[in-house]
């Protein structure tokens, strides 16, 4: 699936609990994300033992939908494990 998603860490990397991106193919995408590739801040957060849940998709958004929303800054918001709408154990 292409689009806009987000990751949530868990347990959080310092200070950073979030990673959004933009992918072509968002599965192929979470996969090198998970094996320590595709982007240096899941790199260390895999490497530092946290787990990297898809916790939102945006389908067929692209790289300026991305940009808005790192602009906000508020990833937070925008994650339902955050929120409190989604327990950190569901699939
Ligand atoms: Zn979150």
Known sequence: MKGVYLL????G???AR??????DDIE???QEHRSGQGA????VAIHAGCELLL????PDRGRRFERKLKDRKNA?????ICA???EPSAP
């Open 8 to 11: 949530h860490f868990q347990p």
């Open 13 to 15: 990397y310092k200070h």
């Open 18 to 23: 979030h990673y959004l991106g933009y992918a």
């Open 28 to 30: 192929r995408r979470l």
């Open 40 to 43: 240096r801040l899941t790199e």
């Open 55 to 58: 916790v939102r998709i945006w």
């Open 76 to 80: 937070p918001k925008l994650c339902p």
């Open 84 to 86: 409190g709408l989604l």
